[in-house]
């Protein structure tokens, strides 16, 4: 069965704290991504990665930072957590050469910055 | 990006009934997908319907694609309980097409 794994369901974290939220993908996809959802606007692509060391800006990269050391492995770093980045954070993958590009998803992290 | 944009934003209905969603996206795709997401879960690969398709069935679930409005429907036949979910249309292709996503449609099926 095949399974993305975010490390954490729920983290409470204080203001300008560093917090890393790790995502292991078990498929040997090429592609990752890092999304947070809010209420009343939907999903919204922080950052993805093609590779191994490579990643790309998404729509809402401000605040935030990736690493993809390892091809299974895409981690979402908050340098200094704020108030507003309160949220859940989706990690999904997906295969690339495939002609559909279906994600999968991991179960979510949800983030409270107090 | 492949933006997809769900209509209506919320939709409450009793068993037994059909519930239809609508998606409107911006530029051209390989394909259009389909998912559901579980209060507080992640997002669930429903179905998906290439651009050279029309319709599309699996089970209860119905997909229409109509590549010239840039819209596609998705219609739940003989709604449950269980059903009840948010679902999200995306715009997709292959290789490393950037999927995005509208706020979804809330659906609420009352027993």
């Known amino acids: 069965d095949v399974k993305v794994t975010q490390s954490s369901r729920y983290l409470v974290k204080r203001t300008g704290e560093k917090v890393f939220l790790e995502c292991v993908q078990d498929?040997?996809?090429?592609?990752m991504f890092w999304y947070r959802q809010d209420p009343g606007l939907g999903l919204r692509l922080i950052y993805f990665s093609y590779d191994v060391k490579m990643k790309e800006k998404g729509d809402i990269p401000e605040g935030y930072s990736v690493s993809r050391e390892k091809k299974e492995r895409f981690s979402l770093i908050l340098e200094s957590a704020s108030t507003n980045q309160t949220s859940m954070y989706l990690c999904?993958?997906?295969?690339?050469?495939?002609?559909?590009?279906?994600?999968?998803f991991g179960e979510g992290s949800r983030l409270t910055v107090l | 990006s492949q933006q997809g944009e769900e209509d209506p934003q919320a939709l409450s209905i009793q068993e037994g009934e059909n519930a239809t969603m609508n998606c409107s996206y911006k530029t051209s795709i390989n394909n259009l997908q389909w998912y559901r997401q579980n209060s507080g879960r992640g997002l669930v690969h429903l179905i998906l319907?290439?651009?050279?398709?029309r319709e599309k069935h699996s089970g209860r679930l119905r997909v229409t694609l109509d590549t010239s409005k840039k819209s596609s429907s998705l219609l739940i036949t003989a709604s449950r309980a269980a059903d009840t979910a948010s679902y999200f249309c995306?715009?997709?292709?292959?290789?490393?097409?950037?999927?995005?996503f509208g706020r979804g449609t809330s659906l609420i099926v009352h027993p």
């Open positions: 995306a715009g997709g292709g292959g290789g490393s097409y950037i999927p995005t």
């Open positions: 498929m040997d996809h090429e592609n």
């Open positions: 999904a993958s997906s295969r690339q050469g495939a002609d559909t590009g279906e994600l999968f």
């Open positions: 319907i290439r651009s050279n398709e």
